[in-house]
């Protein structure tokens, strides 16, 4: 699944494997509704001033998150921006420990330290939540160097945002991966808009995976919108870098329902553009597809999400229960012992 061509590889539509198991697509539609509910309740919350601070949330962008997480492996990396509370769940992070990160609860999976956009697991190699524009793409670089300086079978998924591929640091990253042969998968999440500018304005390339080409590196473009078929090419992209330890830029296409973050309203999107997005909904594709096929109805998918809406309901139950951190902890972790 890997492209040195001016043309990238294209995702095509899934069609074998476990994209057409009924268990596998089940269990898909539940998470992806968990995760979409999810987000809903930190974006309730943070209106109903439970918590402050910079948020972002990922609803529409769910297919992405799922797609690439089934085709890695636990022992794998993922590093990531700001907009990572469901990729931090999927990693392996129990989403009430997110919940009470954004809560600043002692419970938090950073404890409480870090809030929205520093989400860390060293247990669950997820390395990040990272605050500044495209400052993870070097760090991946380096878990890349180490793992092959190890010579270990894993790889490490860095996320990136469309606008943070005019970074500095991401063209050099990008350069050491590739002459290194670095095991870094690097996935921009592309929604078309760095904060609230339209990416056609600030680049001057139509496919972001061009980006790839300064570098001789391999590289794709998916259907972000669609499980089945992300999931399905991101197998096939990991399998490769597993077995050539060249890295991999994939131009993720996708869209964010919400505005960038919680105090954007999104404004300079068009009804037209929403509306054109709307119905290319993640969970209602992947949901059609199921009652076409005639391995649920409506109301059991609809049983499905209303579980989903329970667990995380829990999550946020679990966290406003939670203690805050004591002062004491202002000190910890600061300097090395």
């Known amino acids: 699944m890997a492209s040195k061509n001016n043309a990238p590889v294209k995702s095509s539509a899934a069609t074998s494997g476990s994209t057409q198991d009924k268990a596998w697509l089940l269990s898909v539609y539940q998470e992806m509704c968990y995760y979409r509910r999810f987000e809903e309740r930190v974006l309730q919350a943070y209106t109903q001033q439970k918590f402050a601070g910079f948020c972002h949330v990922h609803i529409g962008q769910e297919a992405l998150c799922v797609g690439v997480q089934r085709a890695l492996r636990p022992t794998d990396y993922m590093i990531s921006g700001y907009r990572s509370h469901t ?100 996935v921009i999440e592309n929604n078309r808009y760095g904060m609230g500018t339209d990416i056609k304005r600030t680049t001057s390339i139509d496919h972001l995976w061009k980006r790839a ?60 553009e929403m509306a054109e997005w709307m119905a290319k909904d993640p969970i209602i594709q992947l949901g059609d597809f199921i009652k076409k096929s005639k391995m649920a109805t409506d109301a059991e998918l609809k049983a499905l999400d209303t579980k989903a809406k329970e667990m995380a309901r829990a999550d946020e139950d679990f966290a406003e229960e939670q203690d805050i951190p004591p002062d004491s902890q202002v000190w910890q972790n600061v300097y090395a012992d």
Not at 115 to 139: A, D, N, T
Not at 225 to 243: C, D, P, S, W, Y
């Open 87 to 186: 990729q931090s769940i999927a990693k392996g992070i129990p989403g009430k420990e997110v919940f009470s990160e954004l809560y600043g609860k002692v419970t938090g999976c950073s404890k409480g330290n870090g809030g929205s956009m520093h989400m860390f697991s060293k247990e669950h190699r997820f390395l990040g939540g990272h605050g500044i524009v495209g400052g993870q793409v070097p760090l991946a670089a380096g878990v890349g160097f180490a793992i092959n300086y190890e010579k270990r079978d894993d790889i490490i998924v860095c996320y990136i945002g469309d606008a943070a591929t005019n970074q500095g640091q991401f063209h050099e990253a990008l350069n050491m991966a590739a002459t290194w042969k670095l095991p870094c998968l690097f």
């Open 213 to 272: 080409l300064a570098f001789d590196m391999d590289h794709g473009e998916v259907d972000g919108m669609n499980v089945q078929t992300t999931h399905a090419f991101l197998e096939g992209v990991v399998a490769g870098i597993r077995k050539t330890k060249r890295p991999y830029l994939l131009d993720a296409i996708c869209y964010r329902y919400k505005g960038h973050s919680v105090s954007d309203p999104g404004l300079y999107r068009s009804k037209e």
